[in-house]
């Protein structure tokens, strides 16, 4: 089921360079300190690339976890044979 309006982001601060991100209850990732920016990485530490700001690297764990619960691909059951054979069958030759 795909989420059309995902509940917003709450970021708390972890430590002095590192920001959390939860949705509801749910761990969404998060922003650190790196030496070249603020890294920023999804909820399964999907790498989120390098940013400028920190509000960049936010936004960037926002915008991927829109991008991921609205295209989640949906599979459809498999067809399940019967053990006993076709329909219409006997069990042996005739």
Known sequence: MSVLHPSP???????LDVYVATAGSDYAG????????FEAQGPLGEDLGIHT???????????HRVRVTDSVPRR???LR????GTHGRSCGPT
Do not use: E, I, K, Y
């Open 81 to 84: 044979t019967r053990r006993s």
């Open 30 to 37: 998060f922003v650190g300190a790196a030496t070249s920016g």
């Open 53 to 63: 700001s920190v509000d960049a690297a936010q936004a960037a764990v926002d915008g």
């Open 9 to 15: 982001l709450s970021w708390r601060q972890a430590d």
């Open 76 to 78: 459809s059951r498999p």
